[in-house]
């Protein structure tokens, strides 16, 4: 099953953009994903093909409109009715890499786009939409963080990444944030390789590297060390942790 991906938006020109390179491009080709930008004015009504118009009660900017955003979502349901729509707007839910590994896991997505002020409440209220937001911050559109939920979601289908563990110990993967990584040369400018990473123990390696995730997390992240309890071996994202011993 091919992973669907339906935008709505007012700059349908800036798809597949980044996601046309590298491990998203090469998967876009090979057909293991797809990619339909949609421009939401085709869903206007008027001469003019208007999408916002003044804010109820006053106020600066626009806002999108509820009637033509909704025909433009219910021709998406049409073409993929299993798929969830997801509108991107500062005021949604923080999205986590379990969320992205749910919807890698469908059939695709439809992402609403938003622009101006934001959307008219009624359309929320009116149609199954999760709103979701990339971060605690404000862009100049939804457009963004499409991009970033589709490179999230699309590096976790089948074959898209070279080895099927390649992302196991990534931050966010295993509830902590990733631990150093070296390479060659050995020493560079006075800075060496930390030794057991050269010593050839693997069961050291991976308790350093468990440690040093640990040590990572409790600093710059307090709020993952506190949501997870302090204990790496739970996996917020949903990901399997493979684990050694009698009974595991």
């Given at each position: 099953?091919?992973?669907?991906?339906?935008?709505?938006?007012?700059?349908?020109?800036?798809?597949?953009?980044?996601?046309?390179?590298?491990?998203?491009?090469?998967?876009?080709?090979?057909?293991?994903?797809?990619?339909?930008?949609?421009?939401?004015?085709?869903?206007?009504?008027?001469?003019?093909?208007?999408?916002?118009?003044?804010?109820?009660?006053?106020?600066?900017?626009?806002?999108?409109?509820?009637?033509?955003?909704?025909?433009?979502?219910?021709?998406?349901?049409?073409?993929?009715?299993?798929?969830?729509?997801?509108?991107?707007t500062p005021r949604?839910?923080?999205?986590?890499?379990?969320?992205?590994?749910?919807?890698?896991?469908?059939?695709?997505?439809?992402?609403?786009?938003?622009?101006?002020?934001?959307?008219?409440?009624?359309?929320?209220?009116?149609?199954?939409?999760?709103?979701?937001?990339?971060?605690?911050?404000?862009?100049s559109g939804g457009?963004?963080?499409?991009?970033?939920?589709?490179?999230?979601?699309?590096?976790?289908?089948?074959?898209?990444?070279?080895?099927?563990?390649?992302?196991?110990?990534?931050?966010?993967?295993?509830?902590?944030?990733?631990?150093?990584?070296?390479?060659?040369?050995?020493?560079?400018?006075?800075?060496?390789?930390?030794?057991?990473?050269?010593?050839?123990?693997?069961?050291?390696?991976?308790?350093?590297?468990?440690?040093?995730?640990?040590?990572?997390?409790?600093?710059?992240?307090?709020?993952?060390?506190?949501?997870?309890?302090?204990?790496?071996?739970?996996?917020?994202?949903?990901?399997?942790?493979?684990?050694?011993?009698?009974?595991?």
């Amino acid at each position: 099953m091919t992973f669907a991906a339906q935008i709505l938006t007012l700059y349908p020109e800036m798809f597949p953009g980044p996601l046309g390179h590298s491990l998203a491009g090469r998967a876009l080709a090979e057909g293991r994903w797809s990619l339909d930008a949609i421009q939401i004015r085709d869903f206007a009504t008027d001469k003019h093909r208007s999408v916002d118009d003044t804010p109820a009660g006053g106020g600066a900017g626009m806002v999108l409109r509820a009637d033509v955003l909704a025909s433009a979502v219910d021709h998406a349901l049409e073409r993929s009715p299993d798929a969830p729509v997801i509108a991107m707007t500062p005021r949604g839910s923080p999205l986590t890499q379990q969320r992205v590994r749910q919807l890698a896991a469908g059939p695709g997505v439809t992402i609403l786009c938003g622009r101006f002020e934001g959307f008219d409440q009624r359309l929320f209220d009116a149609r199954p939409i999760e709103e979701v937001s990339i971060g605690d911050y404000v862009l100049s559109g939804g457009e963004t963080g499409a991009l970033v939920l589709l490179d999230a979601c699309v590096r976790l289908l089948p074959d898209v990444m070279g080895a099927s563990s390649s992302g196991d110990e990534e931050s966010f993967e295993n509830g902590l944030l990733e631990y150093p990584h070296y390479t060659r040369p050995q020493i560079w400018e006075g800075r060496a390789i930390p030794e057991v990473l050269r010593s050839g123990d693997h069961a050291k390696i991976r308790a350093w590297r468990e440690a040093q995730a640990a040590d990572i997390t409790r600093l710059r992240r307090p709020d993952l060390w506190e949501r997870h309890g302090g204990t790496p071996d739970r996996s917020p994202s949903g990901a399997r942790r493979k684990t050694e011993g009698k009974g595991q």
